[in-house]
């Protein structure tokens, strides 16, 4: 099994590009099934989840490949989509394969998806997005590990998310596309993949108004097309590279990603004393001096994402001083946790609030990956850790992060994978 062995070799300095982003590019994966024609995603990252979202799309008959060899394009033909069924096997490997259902229900009238149950991070219940589909009509049934739906053409209602939910806002808004009426969505998700998302059914031709604020209003429409778009660059692999370039104390510019869809993790990296140069596509971070603490708390966009809280919190393990970081989003996202103490981090842990008392140094040592975010907060720990650290089963990394290794030996780091 793949392991990748970090030497901590001092500050990352230098440039690197940011890959599109992979929670934007599987929630336009399964939009696509809503155009009847095709759709060309460009910028998509070469990641292990985009190959298991089209493998599912192909499963239910779409044509759905990279368009050359090396390209990061990719063409998905929604025209003959016959299957209704995302099965387990699929929806396993990935969660994300649950955006298949509302796309599926909206168009076809019916869909069966495979429950995706927990995953490392906590729980992880859908009650919400099927609470969604059921406002608009659909009949729901759970049936031996299953969600069937069924409603032959949904119809536009209001409903409220009972907690902010990004995948099942998506899924919602995709299932009220092609329904009869107007579907208003309160509390929705505010991320920026649910603007994305938005403005691509916008392109194909429907009409959802409201994205990025907590009230999406959705027009029925009678068919849509395919459409072609670039996916935004991805804020979260953006933002580990930054808390790399904190953790080592370097300089490094970002490209490719925008600045204002990480207003607040930014915010962080200065209270943490680094200094920042924005444009539109990049950033620069330098620190000179220590790592400030810092207190964080994820909570769902604008706020802090939980999505960056471990390659942070690595980062904080050095600071000058205590700092708290607080998960509020997910109940189980501290899997990372005995894994840098185990490189010399100092942090207590109660529920769902870690103290982390900076150290001097940590060490290296062999860490084990349990998720992907978990397994960049090891990485940026390794960097700037003295000695070797080898991160077993990184199957988890290249799930969501883009020849890693070599971006970050574009940064001067040392690191290699090992098969
Ligand atoms: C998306 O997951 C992302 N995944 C996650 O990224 C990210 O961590 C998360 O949003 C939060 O930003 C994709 O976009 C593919 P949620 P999602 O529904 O949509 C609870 C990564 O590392 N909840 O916003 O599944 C839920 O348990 C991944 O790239 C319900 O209670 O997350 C959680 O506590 C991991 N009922 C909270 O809401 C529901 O029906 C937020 O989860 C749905 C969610």
Known sequence: MDRIVVRGAGPLRGEAAVSGSKNSALALMAAALLGDGETILENVPWLRDVDAMLELLRALGAGAEWQGERSHGVRIDARNVHGREAPYDLVRKMRASFLVLGPLVGRFGEARVSEPGGCAIGVRPVDQHLKGLEALGAKI???HGYVEARGARLRGAR?????????????VMMAACLAEGETVLENAAREPEVVELAEVLLKMGADVRGAGTDRLVIRGVRSMRGVRHAVSGDRIEAGTLLAAALATRGDVRVRGVDPSVMESTLEKLRDCGAELETDPTSVRLRLDGPIRPTRIVTAPFPGFPTDMQAQLMAALTLAEGASVVEERVFENRFMHVPELQRMGADIALAGRSATVHGVRRLMGAPVMATDL?????????????????VVNRVYHIDRGYERIEEKLRGLGAEIRREG
């Open 141 to 143: 049934r759970l049936d």
């Open 159 to 171: 409903m409220a998310f009972d907690v902010s939910t990004v995948n099942g806002t998506q899924n």
């Open 373 to 389: 975010r978990a397994s960049a907060g090891l990485i940026v720990a390794a960097l700037a850790a003295e000695g070797d650290t």
